[in-house]
């Protein structure tokens, strides 16, 4: 299942999650153990090309329990979505709904998906990253770990192909500033059609903050 695919996670480096165990329930086990390996990435660097042939290659980075994923997967069926998170529970029900949907477009890595998009995805090979409500970091000291800071987008900008797009939603209007700011030509946008209402983004709007969807343009 995911020995296999076990996270790894860099010294030194400032990461974009806390380091949560996730306890794992014995159904979580169950679906890791049998539907794991339909959606499992053999370890990169990826070559798509031998891969996925001519397709359309979407990188979601702290996908949760892939709720975005898999609407995604839905409304493009000819293209491939790779979902990256590092929290095992949150997988586990990603790859049960992917299974029962039967959706043959998902890939899956257990992994950091900073790490992932650096040493495994060649340059220029991406049509979209996409991340909705990462991490916000609120206490100033813990800003630095946002996922939307230069030196991440600067790699993410690396990954995608000319004319491909970055695709960002947040609950956190401070870090939604930051989003525009640090994103070339990015603005205000509207919910992707295919994007249901995630798990993180009802904790939002349940606390009543505006939810703002971001894109920016390669
Ligand atoms: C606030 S949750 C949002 C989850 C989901 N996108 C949603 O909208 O419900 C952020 C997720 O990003 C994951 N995450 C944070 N940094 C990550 C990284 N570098 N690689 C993969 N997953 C990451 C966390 O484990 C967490 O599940």
């Given at each position: 299942m995911l020995e296999n695919a076990r996270l790894k996670v860099e010294h030194g480096v400032i990461r974009t999650f806390h380091a949560r165990r996730g306890r794992v329930t014995k159904n979580q086990i169950y679906a890791l153990e049998n539907y794991f390996s339909q959606f499992e990435l053999p370890e990169?660097?990826?070559d798509f090309k031998e891969l996925f042939g001519t397709k359309n290659i979407y990188f979601e980075i702290g996908c949760g329990s892939g709720e975005s994923t898999i609407g995604f997967a839905k409304a493009n069926p000819d293209s491939i979505i790779i979902a990256i998170e590092v929290h095992r529970p949150s997988i586990s029900h990603l790859v049960e709904n992917a299974h029962n949907e039967g959706l043959t477009n998902i890939r899956v890595a257990y992994s950091d998906g900073v790490q992932v998009l650096r040493d495994w995805v060649s340059d220029k090979s991406l049509s979209s990253i996409f991340a909705f409500?990462?991490?916000?970091?609120?206490?100033k000291r813990h800003n630095?770990?946002?996922?939307?800071?230069s030196e991440i987008v600067e790699l993410m900008l690396k990954k995608l192909k000319p004319d491909g797009q970055i695709i960002a939603a947040t609950d956190w209007a401070e870090y939604g500033k930051q989003m525009l700011e640090v994103l070339p030509n990015s603005k205000l946008s509207i919910r992707p059609s295919w994007r249901p209402i995630t798990k993180y983004e009802r904790k939002g709007l349940a606390a009543q903050r505006e939810i703002m969807e971001i894109i920016s343009q390669n």
């Open positions: 990169g660097p990826w409500f990462p991490d916000p970091w609120p206490k630095k770990r946002r996922l939307f800071r």
